[in-house]
Antibody
């Protein structure tokens, strides 16, 4: 079935880096735009970044621009989020999402927790 | 940047109708999507493109969008509908996804 599985979360010190992965299955990964969305504990959903189906375009929320990089490997059906210079306010559950027309999130992963703390 | 405004909470008795609003400047010109999120779970799409339902979503869930307000309507509310609900649009001018702040639906 259609599935997204995130991995790579954990506890990291401020200023350090972490790379998240999102493994896709059950659909033609290379045909869909993909996003990262995060949710801080007890807070709402915050969009992080988007990458076009072919990787040709990438856009970021102002809160992560210059620190985070979204990428994808269509040969491996995998989406990535490289997070550098992490801050306490980056602490959140990170979800990857597959979007259909007009960027509706048809499918979400289960999320991976990132905790930035010394 | 584009802003979506939702009421923090809505309460309704079982069997009644819940209406959750999402305000934005000329939101009627955009496609609005709605998500349900229960504690500890990922969000689930319940309405897309203002008023369409994904397969498997009950007909009790419906949506509308006009002017500066989009509305998610849940008819014959059940205890299992208690959750957080988020509206979302794609802002093509900033090339960003925008989420509303979320509304906690409480079933009395």
């Amino acid at each position: 079935q259609v599935q997204l599985v995130e991995s790579g979360g954990g506890v990291v010190q401020p200023g350090r880096s972490l790379r998240l992965s999102c493994a896709a299955s059950g659909f033609t990964f290379s045909s869909y735009g993909m996003h990262w969305v995060r949710q801080a504990p007890g807070k709402g959903l915050e969009w992080v970044a988007v990458i076009w189906y072919d990787g040709s375009n990438k856009y970021y929320a102002d809160s992560v621009k210059g620190r985070f990089t979204i990428s994808r490997d269509n040969s491996k059906n995998t989406l990535y989020l490289q997070m550098n210079s992490l801050r306490a306010e980056d602490t959140a559950v990170y979800y990857c999402g597959m979007v259909g027309g007009d960027h509706a999130f048809d499918i979400w992963g289960q999320g991976t927790m990132v905790t930035v703390s010394s | 940047s584009y802003v979506l405004t939702q009421p923090p909470s809505v309460s309704v008795a079982p069997g009644q109708t819940a209406r959750i609003t999402c305000g934005g400047n000329n939101i009627g010109s955009k496609s609005v999507h709605w998500y349900q999120q229960k504690p500890g779970q990922a969000p689930v799409l319940v309405v897309y493109d203002d008023s369409d339902r994904p397969s498997g979503i009950p007909e009790r869930f419906s949506g509308s969008n006009s002017g500066n307000t989009a509305t998610l309507t849940i008819s014959r509310v059940e205890a299992g509908d208690e959750a957080d609900y988020y509206c979302q649009v794609w802002d093509s001018s900033s090339v960003h996804v925008v989420f509303g702040g979320g509304t906690k639906l409480t079933v009395l």
